[in-house]
């Protein structure tokens, strides 16, 4: 027993950067996207950079209050999974050739990483939050480049954007089960988020307001996009790729009786 608790004191203590330090880094790095031209560009973008920032510095302080209060050590594991960054593989090409015909994805980029930061500290907030021990890998990558990659929000309603990836993060953390002995989410957290954002615009006649139409359409652009690609995905990390995703695109970006029929689709193929 003596061993076993001695081995967690040491685990604890191999994290150079204290947790609420790490966080904190990523709120302070997610804060600095505010000096972003296209961010000064637009007072709107520029506010949603800073309101998530400051909803995450809050949440912060209350994780640092409890901690101190509860006498907790909080820490953290570095664990690679192979679906996270084969995903982060396929998805890193997949950006690069569909920008490659269309420069506008290359212009995200910025912002894209905002997101990775924004959903990395969120993680840390929610993981911690619950629980001493949170898991350092490339998860948060499939949830942002899989959500981006069929749905961006125009500029002045960027805020639900992040509102989106909070909404997977959070269905990562809640919506759980056993499984081979490990806790693991059931449902793919980009895809309930993803579901859940392209219905309400559909239901309120919004689509205007996210860029859905016209990202949907330009992945029909480059040379054998479709059929080279996302066939290409299931091989390689076994989760819900391929036509679902395709209709998940097809059913936000189109908002009209093809697209609710490929939203019920992917419901049942999902």
């Known amino acids: 027993m003596a061993a076993r608790v001695n081995s967690k004191n040491k685990q604890i203590s191999d994290n150079r950067i204290p947790p609420l330090q790490l966080v904190?880094?990523?709120?302070?790095?997610?804060?600095?996207?505010?000096?972003?031209?296209?961010?000064?560009?637009?007072?709107?973008?520029?506010?949603?950079?800073?309101?998530?920032?400051?909803?995450l510095f809050v949440f912060w302080l209350f994780l640092r209050r409890q901690v101190v209060r509860a006498g907790r050590q909080l820490h953290y594991d570095f664990l690679a999974r192979p679906v996270h960054?084969?995903?982060?593989?396929?998805?890193?090409?997949?950006?690069?050739?569909?920008?490659?015909?269309?420069?506008?994805?290359?212009?995200?980029?910025?912002?894209?990483?905002?997101?990775?930061?924004?959903?990395?500290a969120l993680d840390m907030l929610v993981c911690w939050s619950r629980r001493d021990e949170w898991i350092l890998g490339f998860g948060p990558f499939p949830i942002v480049l899989s959500t981006n990659l069929f749905l961006w929000f125009k500029p002045d309603w960027y805020f639900l954007q992040f509102l989106m990836l909070a909404t997977g993060v959070l269905c990562k953390e809640f919506i759980t089960w056993k499984r081979e002995g490990r806790r693991a989410h059931i449902f793919n957290p980009s895809a309930v988020a993803l579901?859940?954002?392209?219905?309400?615009?559909?239901?309120?006649?919004?689509?205007?307001?996210?860029?859905?139409?016209?990202?949907?359409?330009?992945?029909?652009?480059?040379?054998?996009?479709l059929s080279g690609n996302f066939p290409a995905w299931p091989c390689s990390t076994g989760t819900i790729f391929g036509n679902a995703r395709h209709a998940i695109g097809r059913g936000f970006a189109v908002p009209d009786e093809r697209g609710v029929h490929a939203l019920n689709r992917t419901l049942l193929f999902y």
């Not at 302070?28 to 909803?55: D, I, K, M, Q």
């Open 24 to 55: 904190l880094a990523f709120i302070v790095a997610l804060a600095c996207f505010v000096f972003l031209p296209t961010a000064n560009a637009n007072p709107r973008l520029e506010w949603s950079l800073v309101s998530a920032a400051g909803a």
């Open 195 to 225: 579901f859940i954002f392209s219905v309400g615009l559909i239901v309120t006649h919004s689509t205007h307001i996210s860029w859905g139409g016209r990202d949907c359409g330009k992945l029909r652009q480059p040379a054998a996009y």
């Open 85 to 120: 960054y084969v995903q982060l593989t396929m998805h890193s090409c997949i950006y690069a050739y569909w920008g490659w015909y269309w420069r506008e994805v290359y212009h995200q980029i910025p912002l894209i990483i905002a997101q990775i930061v924004f959903v990395y």
